[in-house]
């Protein structure tokens, strides 16, 4: 069974939109589930920061992937069903032991020469960049906008500055499908979870068939 990727945006925690996720993805993603953190608030103090102190991007791009740390170490705290991992082998075998990994993302990532260190690379790309390392089927967005699809496409979410810029190219370069999900859609991800297929969710067109790719 090939894993799903949920990614939790951090203006899910700064807008009070976070509400069940974590508890539902602990209770129903054990084995299929991996989750990926968003920055939120603690992204915002590294910009405000940058732009005081005129770090170059790569440290801002390495404090941001702390930021996502941050919130990783938050929602593990809320729920104890949801385990710290770093790297696929470990993401993999916690999936193998029923259990729901959250990403850490500094160790896999903070050196890696192929991510641009800017932030048209926020943590929508970095999801579907772990899905791709992760052989993942699905990478599901979770927003805080009431209705983050615009146009049904990673070029219209980026467009809507609802994803990073560097989305649209990461989504091209990841074969499996990809869902947006407002904050309230929860029970959407609950169905699909307890049936095992993402075929109902609202999944994003892809630019070079205009459709979501086959299971």
């Known amino acids: 069974m090939k894993p799903w990727v949920v990614k939790l945006g951090g ?3 700064k807008s009070g939109g976070l509400g069940g996720w974590p508890e539902l993805l602990a209770a129903h993603g054990g084995g299929r589930v991996v989750i990926v953190p968003g920055g939120g608030r603690h992204a915002d103090f590294v910009r405000a920061a940058q732009e005081r102190w005129r770090f170059p991007d790569v440290t801002a791009h390495r404090m941001a992937l702390l930021a996502m740390e941050q919130f ?20 993999k075998a916690l999936l193998a032991a029923g259990r729901v990994p959250v990403w850490m993302p500094y160790p896999l990532a903070a050196f890696d020469d192929s991510l641009p260190c ?12 772990l899905a791709g390392k992760l052989g993942a089927e699905l990478v599901a967005l979770v927003k805080a906008a009431p209705d983050p699809r615009p146009a049904c496409s ?5 467009r809507s500055g609802i994803v990073d810029a560097a989305f649209p190219a990461a989504a091209d370069a990841y074969s499996g499908a990809i869902a947006c999900l407002a904050y309230r859609e929860a029970d959407l991800l609950k169905k699909a979870m307890e049936e095992g297929s993402w075929r109902a969710l609202p999944l994003l067109e892809r630019r070079a068939t205009g459709t979501a790719p086959a299971a």
């Open 11 to 13: 203006s899910l925690e």
């Open 72 to 91: 990783a170490d938050a929602l593990v705290a809320r729920e104890p069903a949801l385990v710290p991992a770093t790297d696929p082998a470990g993401m």
């Open 118 to 129: 800017g932030w048209e690379v926020t943590s929508d790309s970095l999801a579907v960049w």
């Open 154 to 158: 990673a070029e219209g979410l980026a």
